[in-house]
T-cell receptor, first 112, second 115 residues
């Protein structure tokens, strides 16, 4: 059978509420950050990205906030829907290094 | 964006055998990556595969165990050799165009179970 993995942090929200998923990154030299959504049985899907010269970026129903002082990244999802249920990963990258450093992930559960 | 397919989507293999996973992209890309993801965990980079050069492996991964081919700009393979149950995982390929501040796009993954 499958091995037992670590339990991901879980955020439960009511449908229609706003969700905030947080991520602490490690490298002060990181200058590019990405949020990915991974649904069960699928590969990660790009949601939104932000460069270090910005502190906020908005997409469709999503907003990413970057606080470089405390090395903190957040993803806000407005009017959360059942289709938003997934695991969300933040990732960071520094300069010309193409390697992404991945966060541990947060499982978002949307209650109808 | 890029459309990425992987074959097989899943497989169940016997200990000691090898499996080759294929990754096909619908457009030419400079950089391709192979990841492993254990159930309920984050992604771990195995290696970076660039066309025309040897793959670059991350700490803890070696070419003898995970040989990679990159024959052209749209295709790559990852072989999991001499498998053991600890190799049971999801294997993902991703691609990126070599442009500053550019996201990686992921394939659907290959779910491998080793008995």
């Amino acid at each position: 059978g499958e091995s037992v993995g670590l339990h991901l942090p879980t955020l439960s929200v009511q449908e229609g509420d706003n969700s905030i998923i947080n991520c602490a990154y490690s490298n002060s030299a990181s200058d590019y950050f990405i949020w990915y959504k991974q649904e069960s049985g699928k590969g990660p899907q790009f949601i939104i990205d932000i460069r270090s010269n910005m502190d906020k970026r908005q997409g469709q129903r999503v907003t990413v906030l970057l606080n470089k002082t405390v090395k903190h990244l957040s993803l806000q999802i407005a009017a959360t829907q059942p289709g938003d249920s997934a695991v969300y990963f933040c990732a960071e990258r520094a300069g010309n290094n193409r390697k992404l450093i991945w966060g541990l992930g947060t499982s978002l559960a949307v209650n109808p | 964006s890029a459309v990425i397919s992987q074959k097989p989507s899943r497989d169940i293999c016997q200990r000691g055998t090898s499996l080759t996973i294929q990754c096909q992209v619908d457009s030419q890309v400079t950089m391709m990556f192979w990841y492993r993801q254990q159930p309920g965990q984050s992604l771990t980079l195995i290696a970076t595969a660039n066309q025309g050069s040897e793959a670059t492996y991350e700490s803890g991964f070696v070419i003898d165990k995970f040989p990679i081919s990159r024959p052209n700009l749209t295709f790559s393979t990852l072989t999991v050799s001499n498998m053991s149950p600890e190799d049971s995982s999801i294997y993902l390929c991703s691609v990126e165009r070599e442009v500053s501040y550019n996201e990686q796009f992921f394939g659907p993954g290959t779910r491998l179970t080793v008995l």
